[in-house]
């Protein structure tokens, strides 16, 4: 059976910019080796992602999010060097309509660039308010059906929290870098992470803290137990590239490993 029509497919406004991607890595601190990248937006020329965000209209908001998923599996699939890295985007589910029909998209270009479903992790934001709780379960439920990891990023800094965690659970939860930013010296902070890795640990969803800065930062929060990490610690975006990893990850709560892209 054909998936539904999707009204945003016959009525979004076309795009009048182009645009490309940059690509952060995602580490796996325990096995010492790039856990995937999230793709970034950027202009054409690699400048940031305001310049694209802030000419997107509301009419324009559903393709956008469709031309995103696309673009970032094409520049994926031509970069990244081993079949089980991961390639993370980022959506709007308030640009989503039906979430079957608006698939089709992603998935066309996952069959043309061979690029594994299972491989593919989006991220919805939690600060984004969310207007409808319930259409956001029927995009996590068709996404899972087709094998997609389920992201909720920006956690501890958005509407709704612990709330979300309570409607539906994604498979994984990115730490908003507010509650990251010098853990290592916070005893609050401490406390918080504790409590939101002993929910996802019973709740069955991994945990990714981002925007790492320091060694400090990175030692306390892997000693807490968080295993994969993002941020300008490992290296900043690098546009339509991967950026080198080279970097020596030293402390008293890890041997020392060298990460390499390959």
Same mark, same amino acid.
């Given at each position: 059976?054909?998936?539904?029509?999707? %009204?945003?497919? &016959?009525?979004?406004? %076309?795009?009048?910019?182009?645009?490309?991607?940059?690509? &952060?890595?995602?580490?796996?601190?325990?096995?010492?080796?790039?856990?995937?990248?999230?793709?970034?937006?950027?202009?054409?020329?690699?400048?940031?992602?305001?310049?694209?965000?802030?000419?997107?209209?509301? +009419?324009?908001?559903?393709?956008?999010?469709?031309?995103?998923?696309?673009?970032?599996?094409?520049?994926?699939?031509?970069?990244?060097?081993?079949?089980?890295?991961?390639?993370?985007?980022?959506?709007? %589910?308030?640009?989503?309509?039906?979430?079957?029909?608006?698939?089709?998209?992603?998935?066309?270009?996952?069959?043309?660039?061979?690029?594994?479903?299972?491989?593919?992790?989006?991220?919805?934001?939690?600060?984004?308010?969310?207007?409808?709780?319930?259409?956001?379960?029927?995009?996590?439920? +068709?996404?899972?059906?087709?094998?997609?990891?389920?992201?909720?990023?920006?956690?501890?800094?958005?509407?709704?929290?612990?709330?979300?965690?309570?409607?539906?659970?994604?498979?994984?939860?990115?730490?908003?870098?507010?509650?990251?930013?010098?853990?290592?010296?916070?005893?609050?902070?401490?406390?918080?992470?504790?409590?939101?890795?002993?929910?996802?640990?019973?709740?069955?969803?991994?945990?990714?803290? +981002?925007?790492?800065?320091?060694?400090?930062?990175?030692?306390?929060?892997?000693?807490?137990?968080?295993?994969?990490?993002?941020?300008?610690?490992?290296?900043?975006?690098?546009?339509?590239?991967? %950026?080198?990893?080279?970097?020596?990850?030293?402390?008293?709560?890890?041997?020392?490993?060298?990460?390499?892209?390959?």
């Amino acid at each position: 059976m054909s998936a539904p029509e999707c %009204p945003g497919c &016959q009525t979004s406004k %076309p795009l009048d910019f182009d645009f490309s991607m940059a690509f &952060q890595p995602i580490i796996d601190a325990s096995a010492g080796k790039v856990w995937g990248y999230e793709a970034l937006v950027r202009g054409v020329a690699g400048e940031g992602a305001y310049s694209i965000l802030s000419r997107v209209s509301d +009419e324009q908001k559903y393709r956008f999010d469709q031309a995103c998923r696309v673009k970032a599996i094409e520049l994926a699939s031509q970069l990244f060097p081993r079949p089980d890295l991961h390639l993370s985007i980022n959506f709007l %589910p308030n640009a989503v309509y039906e979430p079957a029909a608006c698939l089709r998209a992603t998935l066309a270009a996952a069959r043309k660039n061979d690029f594994p479903l299972g491989a593919i992790m989006f991220e919805f934001t939690e600060s984004e308010e969310m207007t409808d709780v319930d259409h956001l379960k029927r995009i996590i439920t +068709e996404y899972r059906k087709m094998g997609f990891i389920t992201a909720l990023d920006d956690f501890g800094a958005g509407y709704a929290g612990l709330g979300l965690l309570a409607d539906f659970q994604p498979d994984l939860i990115k730490i908003d870098m507010k509650l990251v930013r010098d853990v290592n010296r916070s005893h609050a902070r401490q406390t918080i992470l504790s409590a939101i890795l002993y929910v996802a640990r019973e709740l069955d969803i991994k945990v990714l803290a +981002e925007g790492i800065e320091t060694a400090a930062e990175f030692n306390a929060l892997k000693a807490a137990g968080v295993r994969l990490f993002q941020g300008y610690y490992f290296a900043k975006p690098a546009f339509q590239a991967l %950026p080198d990893l080279q970097i020596d990850v030293s402390g008293p709560a890890t041997t020392k490993i060298l990460l390499a892209t390959a």
